[in-house]
Nanobody
Framework: QVQLVESGGGLVQAGGSLRLSCAAS????????MGWFRQAAENQRELVATITSGDDTGYGDSVKGRFTISRDNVENTVYLQMNSLQPEDTAVYYC?????????WGQGTQVTVSS
């Protein structure tokens, strides 16, 4: 059973940066894709970034050029570096583990960007 624990969220001013971490336990995740999603109040959950087992990355249009996803397979951790944050980036950010026919989600971490 995979468990994911996100951390690194908080309150930041517009233009600032945060780095989110997602620590995975329960199995080695180097063979699996991972992702970050976010959900703002009353909105649907949207894709932020993904990373494959081969380190290929993909980003949502709204974060391209500002956010960077990376992974450390020794530490079983995936990161999301967020730069040039804007108020519209305010949301709960969720980490996702992509299994074979199933997904596992973390509990989420709140990111709030003030103007």
């Amino acid at each position: 059973q995979v468990q994911l624990v996100e951390s690194g969220g908080g309150l930041v001013q517009a233009g600032g940066s945060l780095r989110l971490s997602c620590a995975a336990s329960g199995r080695i995740f180097s063979d699996n894709a991972m992702g970050w999603f976010r959900q703002a109040a009353e909105n649907q959950r949207e894709l932020v970034a993904t990373i494959t087992s081969g380190d290929d990355t993909g980003y949502g249009d709204s974060v391209k050029g500002r956010f960077t996803i990376s992974r450390d397979n020794v530490e079983n951790t995936v990161y999301l570096q967020m730069n040039s944050l804007q108020p519209e980036d305010t949301a709960v950010y969720y980490c996702q583990f992509v299994g074979e026919g199933y997904n596992v989600w973390g509990q989420g971490t709140q990111v709030t960007v003030s103007s």
